[in-house]
């Protein structure tokens, strides 16, 4: 494109923001384009479009809310401009030749052409609607096309937003027997019409040769160092396709704890969270977003107190894990402490295992004040062979909102109530939440 269409481009682009919205409103960037393209003779469409999405969002106040939607509607053309050059032909034209050179590309799965016949992807891609690329901000754009259409092994997208809604319909109706396309229909209406949305990797991997669709995920990790290994392994992996784990520490030994009858060999578990921390930050789902992971922790395991200091944003870094999530377990029993003011105790999990020939954290209070969880509780309290630290319940729950006011955790999960509440105890104890 010579200067000249360019110019002319920048005119034709400013006229259509002017009918959209009235040319009153968009004086502002009609003058700071003006002056623009006077400082810059030797501009490019994309540097204007830049440089006007700028302007556009630096009139954002209170008052005038709708300069979010005229830097989505400059940033729109500049979408439409790329992918015209990358497709050779306008945007939102033949969908089916653009589902299959995506799925030759290895851009979008087989599945697509699999399951959907060429006469089938027409149609569906008669149910686009591009004028709804109009409902978006331009926050709410720039997220969608950043971390959620699919991209090219250049980082480049190749995918427009009513596209990513349709295969994403696509994907979720893929196996439906009965009027599959008015399905298909239906859940593109209801999404681009921002109506709804659906789970994150399901927005970021549907349609896509990787990835899977579910949002969350728990695992308990077990108290031997092959079972801590391989917890992360599987972390990392569902952290890879798109997944947040919940995960439940409470069985690990504490620091000092004995290993093998070695007394004070355990360095707890502590550094098993740092190494968690290292995976959510370096398995980052191909760029698009960090991982996120969730640990819990009893509030009577021993390490609870270098636990709740974890996300703090002062102290010795070595004892700091900033970029994953913490959650305390909590049983009626402690909160019932904090509210009289008594003392908690806290134990090594191990030791209690070995010792009582139970594990405390394998059982809850069956009814409100009393249950199998405080029966043990206070058996290991009074046990001579259990050693255990004695701290104010209520210094611990300071401990606690102090955190939460600085780093918005830990979460709390009141798990002797979720257990009663649970519809499915014959598969066991529900011992913590999960990210969500």
């Known amino acids: 494109m010579t200067l000249t269409q360019e110019t002319n481009e920048t005119a034709r682009i400013l006229q259509e923001l002017q009918e959209e919205f009235g040319t009153d409103k968009i004086t502002p960037l009609t003058e700071a384009s003006e002056k623009w393209l006077i400082k810059h003779p030797d501009n490019s469409l994309s540097e204007w479009t830049s440089a006007m999405i700028l302007e556009a969002l630096s009139n954002i106040d209170e008052a005038a809310g709708y300069w979010t939607f005229v830097a989505a509607r400059l940033y729109l053309g500049q979408l439409y401009a ?78 427009l937003p009513q596209e990513r809604w349709l295969v994403i319909a696509m994907t979720l109706m893929q196996q439906e027997t009965e009027d599959r396309i008015g399905k298909i229909a239906e859940a593109y209406w209801a999404m681009s019409n921002l109506y709804m949305t659906v789970a994150t990797p399901t927005l970021s991997n549907a349609g896509k040769p990787h990835g899977q669709l579910s949002s969350c995920f728990i695992d308990t990790v077990d108290d031997s160092l092959t079972g801590i290994y391989n917890s992360n392994t599987d972390i990392a992996n569902l952290s890879k396709y798109g997944g947040g784990i919940g995960v439940y520490m409470g069985k690990v030994r504490s620091r000092g704890s004995s290993i093998r009858g070695f007394k004070g060999a355990s360095s707890g578990v502590l550094p ?74 806290l134990f090594d999990p191990h030791e209690v295992r070995t010792v009582m020939g139970y594990s405390l954290e394998d059982s809850y209070d069956e009814t409100k004040g009393s249950g199998t969880f405080r029966e043990r509780y206070e058996a290991c309290v009074s046990h001579p062979e259990i050693t255990k630290e004695t701290v104010p319940a209520i210094e611990i729950m300071k401990r606690i909102m102090r955190s939460q006011l600085e780093t918005g955790t830990p979460y709390m999960f009141y798990r002797d109530e979720v257990n009663r509440a649970n519809p499915n105890k014959h598969e066991g104890i529900v011992y913590s939440s999960n990210l969500c």
């Open 272 to 345: 098993w969270i740092k190494q968690l921390n290292n995976t959510a930050v370096s398995v980052d789902q191909l760029g698009q977003r960090q991982g996120a992971v969730a640990v819990y922790l009893d509030v009577w395991h021993k390490d609870i107190s270098t636990f709740l200091d974890l996300k703090l944003n002062n102290g010795d870094e070595r004892l700091r894990a900033h970029d994953i999530f913490t959650g305390v377990c909590l049983p009626d029993i402690f909160m019932e402490a904090v509210d009289a003011r008594g003392d908690w105790h």
């Open 82 to 159: 790329e992918q015209r050059e990358i497709r050779g032909r306008a945007p939102y034209t033949d969908f089916a030749g653009h589902v299959a050179s995506l799925v030759g590309q290895g851009l979008y799965t087989e599945d697509l052409t699999n399951h959907y016949t060429p006469d089938e992807l027409t149609a569906i891609g008669a149910l686009i609607k591009p004028e709804r690329d109009k409902l978006f901000t331009y926050i709410g754009l720039k997220t969608l096309m950043d971390r959620y259409a699919a991209v090219n092994y250049t980082k480049v997208a190749v995918e």
